[in-house]
T-cell receptor
């Protein structure tokens, strides 16, 4: 079973920041938080991941609370092309590899 | 560009008629995965290959088999498709040579069972 909880849907105005929350209260010390998104009729796409520090890349920022029980994915300036289902996943990092257990995700709708 | 390719994008088969879906990659990744995604659901892992080692998920039906003849190619065989096997089938790859464990997904093959 997925170890994360996300709101089923969110709306965001184009050009505004989209803040997508995720609860992972049972996360283990060696588990990372990964975010993927799936645009309609496409395969999922990796966005970002982190362990305990905040992370930023060209796509998004990831804010992880100090107790690591929740996190927020931030799309700083959402565009219509960011409309997708966003999945928050916890899993071991490093070379352990292995499965992605997808929860139901958050369906983000970016509106003009 | 390096990528994960799935053919065909759309596949129609008849109830009980064996079907094979294919996946190829130019990323030279050592791990390949097959996921099943039914309508309005999240992707679900069926199995994966870590190099040549096959790893089946406990709840993957015996009806689903896989072959990986070399690093670049992986096949999903459905021996006797049922109506409940209609879904999007996603192939993904990753490498264990870095610590990132990012999975790269193909566009998927949408399977229809008549």
């Amino acid at each position: 079973d997925a170890k994360t909880t996300q709101p089923p849907s969110m709306d965001c105005a184009e050009g505004r920041a989209a803040n997508l929350p995720c609860n992972h209260s049972t996360i283990s010390g060696n588990e990372y938080v990964y975010w993927y998104r799936q645009i309609h009729s496409q395969g999922p796409q990796y966005i970002i991941h982190g362990l305990k520090n905040n992370e930023t890349n060209e796509m998004a920022s990831l804010i992880i609370t100090e107790d690591r029980k929740s996190s927020t994915l931030i799309l700083p300036h959402a565009t219509l092309r960011d409309t997708a289902v966003y999945y928050c996943i916890v899993r071991p990092g490093g070379n352990q590899g292995g499965k992605l257990i997808f929860g139901q995700g958050t369906e983000l709708s970016v509106k003009p | 560009d390096a990528m994960v390719i799935q053919n065909p994008r759309y596949q129609v088969t008849q109830f009980g008629k064996p079907v094979t879906l294919s996946c190829s990659q130019t990323l030279n990744h050592n791990v390949m995965y097959w996921y099943q995604q039914k309508s309005s659901q999240a992707p679900k892992l069926l199995f994966h290959y870590y190099d040549k080692d096959f790893n089946n998920e406990a709840d993957t039906p015996d009806n689903f088999q896989s072959r990986r003849p070399n690093t670049s190619f992986c096949f999903l065989d459905i021996r006797s498709p049922g109506l409940g096997d209609a879904a999007m089938y996603l192939c993904a790859t990753s490498t264990s040579r870095t610590g990132i464990n990012e999975q790269f997904f193909g566009p998927g093959t949408r399977l229809t069972v008549l």
